[in-house]
């Protein structure tokens, strides 16, 4: 890990020290064997110390993962809620059996401490850009919820900032890391298929809404700060039904549908196609005998695979589904771990136990990253694109027709989508 420039001497300092004293009087050096590592312990110059900003329902199911790694200490949560930052607290306390974790309402004085070398945001999905890029400038790791951005403009923000300040960043697309997801993409990857034709990503309803929830009385700053939930979105007036989960589906703080799932099902279909640093060029909503848009959305690859974005016709075999169809056969699964495939392919499945919904793998591989400084599978390069391929089909699902962008110059052939690649911030904030 890194010496941190609080700690002169440090742990590693600490311990060659003492031995050079120890040996200079002849006294033996007697250490606890939990500080050398002993016994399946980590020493703690080993242990990667790591914070949380918005720690909720999914954020609570990453946590309780991170608290398991052996050289993992979790020291620090930042919440805007009061009750979110006690139930956490509380967690850590009981898992280390003291009462250390120390609690904050504002993120930036967490990430203003030296000893963190890693955080996980798990904040709704208006603060993933936001408090990613003030996590990189704070010399911190980030593993961060998806989606990691609401436009066009946030992914490349929070990939340069990443790269601009040399962190490694892992996003919580956790399927990249999971068993039969991983098979599906080296059938493709290995020629099983034949020629690659089709990837098709399970997404959701694109639409969203625009309406306000009825005002509520706003609870004091220090059981929830208001102000600050918002962030850089418009301002509107405080419900309670928002701070619990039901911001989805409202565009000032969503991005629909597509975004939604194919933040993990077309992140899928990139890898698979193996076009993890490029995008699709152009895009187009299916409409219906009427003319009127459905559900489903279309995209092209530069080397001639058609994207399927659709939420319909899957064969049951979980959530977040994606189908691979080539030439000589394809592929299918989902969040059961199940897979099912053209005859011909039929003896290559397997089934791996793992559900996709799993972020066991995806964290530890984050972990291992922290430490070897390599990058991980959902990089925030791969993270970029992908997300920037479902923002772009959402644009084109909102002016219900086809467009075209280029991925080297962030273009759009169009006007219009071209001012949709980013959305204004509420004073003060800015990327």
Not at 288 to 301: F, I, M, P, Q, V
Not at 359 to 376: A, G, Q
Not at 411 to 418: I, L, Q
Request: proline share 4%.
């Amino acid at each position: 890990m890194r010496l941190h420039k609080s700690s002169l001497l440090g742990r590693r300092g600490f311990l060659k020290t003492a031995g050079t004293v120890a040996a200079a009087v002849g006294v033996p050096l007697y250490l606890p064997g939990t500080l050398l590592g002993k016994d399946g312990a980590v020493s703690p110059n080993e242990q990667i110390v790591l914070g949380a900003i918005g720690i909720g329902g999914r954020g609570g199911h990453d946590l309780s993962v991170c608290l398991n790694q052996k050289d993992v200490r979790f020291v620090a949560i930042s919440d805007i809620r009061e009750i979110r930052r006690r139930d956490v607290k509380a967690m850590a306390d009981k898992k280390y059996n003291n009462s250390d974790c120390q609690t904050y309402n504002d993120f930036f004085e967490m990430l203003a401490r030296p000893d963190i070398d890693a955080v996980l945001i798990a904040t709704g999905d208006r603060w993933h850009t936001m408090a990613s890029i003030q996590a990189a400038k704070a010399g911190k790791d980030i593993y961060c919820e998806k989606p990691l951005s609401l436009t066009i403009q946030e992914s490349w923000a929070v990939a340069d900032a990443v790269n601009r300040y040399e962190r490694v960043f892992q996003a919580g697309t956790q399927r990249r890391n999971i068993g039969n997801f991983q098979l599906a993409a080296k059938l493709v990857h290995e020629g099983k298929l034949g020629k690659l034709k089709e990837v098709h990503a399970n997404t959701l309803n694109p639409a969203t809404r625009q309406d306000w929830l009825p005002a509520q009385p706003e609870p004091a700053k220090d059981v929830c700060d208001w102000d600050r939930w918002l962030g850089p979105c418009p301002w509107r007036p405080f419900n309670e039904a928002y701070v619990r989960g039901g911001w989805r589906d409202h565009y000032d703080f969503h991005g629909g549908g597509i975004l939604e799932w194919g933040t993990h099902t077309v992140d899928l279909c990139q890898w698979a196609n193996q076009t993890d640093y490029t995008t699709p060029i152009k895009y187009w909503p299916v409409l219906d005998k009427n003319g009127n848009r459905t559900t489903e959305s279309r995209a092209l690859y530069a080397n001639g695979v058609t994207l399927v974005m659709r939420q319909q016709g899957w064969l049951g075999l979980g959530t977040c589904s994606a189908r691979y169809v080539g030439e000589e056969g394809w592929v299918e699964t989902g969040d059961s771990g199940r897979m099912e495939a053209s005859e011909n392919l039929r003896s290559e499945l397997k089934y791996f136990g793992m559900p996709g919904t799993s972020p066991d793998n995806h964290i530890r591989e984050f972990f291992d990253c922290v430490k070897s400084r390599k990058n991980p599978a959902a990089n925030a390069d791969v993270a970029c694109y992908t997300h920037i391929s479902n923002h772009c089909a959402y644009i084109a699902w909102q002016l219900g027709k086809e467009i075209t962008y280029d991925p080297k110059t962030n273009e759009f052939n169009d006007e219009v989508a071209n001012r949709m690649k980013s959305r204004a911030m509420r004073v003060p904030w800015r990327i």
